[in-house]
């Protein structure tokens, strides 16, 4: 697995910036900075197209209680107060 993250602009003194962000390759991270150039090519807004209209949904979903299918939650023995604690007495 591999990826490249977390890319930011670094804005320099001298009115010049460069783009940083880290590498991940084969178990090792990296910094990598690039000068910034010119953009190769732009997009509109408008490319994205347009919010489309709102839609009133209701999922068709019904629940039905049922009295004799009640009844209390018995605690787990990995949520009880005592779990994972070591005994103190001797």
Same mark, same amino acid.
């Given at each position: 697995? +591999? =990826?490249?993250? &977390?890319?930011?602009?670094?804005?320099?003194?001298?009115?010049? !910036? @460069?783009?940083? $962000?880290?590498?991940?390759?084969?178990? &090792? $991270?990296?910094?990598? #900075?690039?000068?910034?150039?010119?953009?190769? /090519?732009?997009?509109? +807004?408008? &490319?994205? =197209?347009?919010?489309?209209? /709102?839609?009133?949904? @209701?999922?068709?979903?019904?629940?039905?209680? /049922?009295?004799?299918?009640?009844?209390?939650?018995?605690? +787990?023995? !990995?949520?009880?107060?005592?779990? =994972?604690?070591?005994? #103190? !007495?001797?």
């Amino acid at each position: 697995m +591999s =990826g490249n993250f &977390d890319p930011i602009v670094l804005h320099q003194a001298d009115n010049k !910036s @460069q783009i940083a $962000f880290i590498t991940y390759y084969k178990g &090792d $991270f990296e910094l990598h #900075t690039l000068e910034r150039r010119d953009p190769i /090519i732009t997009a509109a +807004s408008a &490319d994205f =197209g347009a919010p489309g209209p /709102i839609i009133d949904f @209701q999922a068709p979903l019904t629940h039905t209680l /049922i009295a004799a299918n009640q009844r209390k939650k018995e605690p +787990s023995r !990995s949520c009880s107060s005592t779990a =994972g604690r070591r005994s #103190t !007495s001797a």
